[in-house]
């Protein structure tokens, strides 16, 4: 389940757990060419190739046929007798306390649902008409989590303030090699107030492959069991003790399995990450 330290240690430990630190976030196109979201969910070649993921991330904004594709995949894993999904959905783009909970009320019908373990409201849109609601329904036990999102390092100190007030148990904020702030004052507030982060943007749009093209990995990346620039850029981040999970999203299923690797193997200590961000930004 997803963790944060109101109920259990927030951090998944990644010697151990570490398989769960890195988030599937299914992207349409790789459902559209391998999955049949009608198959049987004992011999489904997306849960054979995903096993190790445990939360799918949903934009109810996006709700194309594909998505919907994206959430019957969800509902198959969901129903596995070991090792279910956790659901969490972004509480998207809406203005308005009815258009808000209508929203949400389709989100739990999608997702066959009584209760989604965590809801976001995404880029903080009209977040003080419906952090009511939302409180109602997480005392109601509709809800496991609160959360709020945002993608730019401009609304970081909105939400460090927001943080603060102790009101979100979970956090999802851009963070990466090549968008670092957060590291500056947002991931230790979430730090001291026991608040779980998840990682958006972890390559920058994929912006960061654009500065390795070309280039090998340094010889040292074995001592962490890294074979992959992606995998280089998310041991950086999921590294860091005030980060609980980051969500890569990706449109071939080789890459969500290059992305899954992240989580097998050492992790880079503080020095080991220091090393890393010097070496990047010499590139």
């Not at 956790?86 to 997702?111: K, N, P, V, W, Y």
């Amino acid at each position: 389940m997803l963790t944060c330290t109101r109920d259990v240690p927030r951090k998944i430990d990644p010697t151990t757990l570490g398989d769960q630190n890195v988030i599937l976030n299914p992207d349409a196109h790789v459902l559209r060419r391998n999955v049949n979201p009608r198959l049987n969910r004992n011999h489904h070649p997306w849960e054979q190739r995903t096993i190790r993921a445990r939360l799918v991330d949903i934009q109810p904004k996006r709700m194309t046929r594909a998505m919907r594709e994206v959430i019957a995949i969800a509902r198959i894993l969901n129903n596995r007798t070991t090792n279910p999904v956790d659901m969490a959905i972004r509480h998207t783009c809406c203005r308005g306390r009815d258009a808000g909970i209508r929203q949400m009320e389709d989100s739990f019908r999608l997702m066959q649902t009584k209760t989604i373990d965590l809801m976001q409201v995404h880029n903080l849109l009209d977040l003080r008409v419906h952090l009511p609601v939302l409180r109602e329904w997480k005392k109601a036990g509709r809800i496991r989590y609160l959360g709020i999102t945002h993608y730019h390092a401009g609304a970081h100190a909105e939400v460090e303030k927001l943080v603060k007030t102790g009101d979100f148990d979970f956090v999802q904020i851009n963070y990466s090699m090549d968008e670092p702030e957060a590291e500056a004052r947002l991931l230790p507030a979430c730090a001291d107030s026991g608040t779980a982060t998840l990682i958006n943007r972890p390559f920058s749009q994929a912006g960061l492959f654009g500065r390795v093209r070309g280039k090998p990995l340094p010889p040292w990346c074995a001592d962490m069991d890294c074979t992959s620039w992606a995998q280089f850029f998310l041991k950086w981040i999921i590294s860091n003790p005030a980060v609980t999970c980051a969500i890569p999203g990706t449109g071939r299923v080789a890459h969500i399995e290059d992305n899954m690797a992240a989580c097998t193997g050492r992790l880079p200590d503080a020095a080991m990450r220091k090393k890393m961000m010097a070496y990047f930004a010499s590139l």
